[in-house]
């Protein structure tokens, strides 16, 4: 309590600078928490210490599905004896790897714009799992679409950087989404179940064909097309953290 640790905040948006950074807006996203049967949709928003510490203290998650439990709100708190990054120390940390701030820097030349979307912080099995995908916009142009161009994830101490969601994670989990929380070293599946890895590879699979149809949908400004693949992108990302979870 005399710490101030028993105070939350919500944190700087890591996606916006100088005058116009502001709080972390609540997202709206399909996810399975701690305790939970299957993914809902749910709107969420991380909490960390006031006095200007960045480091993740609580989720709070508001179940938004239609139904007895719509409204509910549930808050998952960190041990305090446990120090995970926020999301500012893993913005913070991907401009720190070199691959990454020398991939931004090329971006940001020859008339482009690099624009960082939204930071999203997911529980995966034991831990926490950062993504956050970066678009290029052309300068000049207030007509121009942001197209994606790379995808980072974070995932405990490692960082992964691809064109895609699949291959961020690849880097992350050495190949294997199916590594455990406990031991981010171990390229062991959480049951160690053939089924369980299959079904993880499936939902990778799905996303990386997502993000493919996105991407060309952007190209094309097709928003149709792009509407729906967004919704495949989504259903993907909660048939990955469900995969996870068994």
Do not use: H
């Not at 041990?79 to 720190?96: D, H, I, K, Y």
């Not at 064109?163 to 390229?187: H, I, K, P, R, W």
Request: charged share 15%.
């Amino acid at each position: 309590f005399y710490g101030g640790q028993d105070f939350w905040r919500v944190p700087l948006d890591p996606s916006s600078f100088g005058s116009n950074s502001g709080n972390q807006p609540p997202y709206y996203l399909t996810m399975q928490i701690p305790g939970q049967s299957k993914p809902t949709f749910s709107l969420y928003t991380p909490f960390v210490p006031r006095g200007g510490r960045e480091n993740l203290t609580a989720l709070a998650v508001v179940n938004s599905d239609a139904g007895d439990e719509y409204g509910k709100i549930t808050v998952l708190q960190l041990p305090r004896s446990t120090n995970v990054a926020g999301p500012s120390q893993v913005s913070s940390n991907f401009e720190a790897k070199p691959e990454v701030a020398t991939s931004l820097s090329l971006l940001r030349q020859g008339g482009s714009d690099v624009v960082l979307g939204n930071l999203l912080t997911l529980p995966v099995g034991n831990g926490l799992l950062y993504v956050q995908p970066v678009y290029v916009r052309a300068t000049g142009n207030t007509a121009a679409y942001p197209l994606l161009q790379k995808v980072l994830v974070s995932f405990g101490d490692q960082i992964g950087f691809s064109e895609t969601l699949q291959g961020a994670l690849d880097q992350v989990f050495g190949g294997n989404s199916g590594t455990t929380v406990a031991n981010n070293q171990s390229n062991t599946p959480a049951n160690g179940g053939v089924g369980s890895s299959q079904a993880i590879r499936s939902a990778i699979a799905s996303l990386q064909s997502a993000y493919a149809d996105l991407e060309a949908a952007q190209k094309r400004l097709d928003g149709a097309a792009e509407d729906k693949a967004r919704a495949r992108v989504k259903a993907a990302i909660a048939a990955l953290i469900s995969a996870q979870n068994r």
